[in-house]
């Protein structure tokens, strides 16, 4: 069976939204060393993302934390290791390669889960972005630096009055 795809409307841009039997295997931003359009033998159709286009808006709106719907990302095993801790990631906080690398018991893997995190087929969703460099330094981001700026101040910005700053995990 083919992916459907549509593009979404965001404050980043036009968002590539595709996946099949309502689960969402890629999301792809407009811009960035990982972005990507719709591959050849793709069918255009909105309709089956009509969920995901509502948890995006509410996300984007700062009345959603965290997200609930059926994901497809298809990796090696150590990749959907990595991209499971990415979805236990809380909202406005951040975590670095290190943590995650000792998170899943492989303390010297920092850089294997720093490539896992760049390989991450849905962003935001799957929130690589809340992910930094040691000391909190930005790392890449698929979809630019710029958008990872603005994901993390999106998420400070709403944050419960009193939890003013991004915290590290």
Partial sequence: MTL?????????????????????????FPEGDKAFGPAPGWTEDAAPFDE??????????GARSAFDLPLRPEGTEFREKVW??????PYGTTTTYGALARRLD???????????????????????HRVLGMNGKLTGFGGGLPAKQWLLRHERGYLR?????????
């Fill in 4 to 28: 459907r795809w549509c593009h979404h409307d965001s404050p980043l841009g036009p968002l590539l939204l595709a996946g099949m039997h309502e689960a969402l295997h890629f999301l792809s």
């Fill in 52 to 61: 995901v286009r509502r948890q995006l808006d509410d996300y984007f709106a």
């Fill in 106 to 128: 492989a303390p010297g893997a920092s850089r294997a889960v720093g490539a896992a995190n760049g390989a991450n087929p849905i962003p935001i969703i799957l929130p690589c």
């Fill in 161 to 169: 009055q009193g939890d003013s700053q991004l915290l590290l995990l």
């Fill in 84 to 89: 499971a801790l990415l979805a236990t990631i």
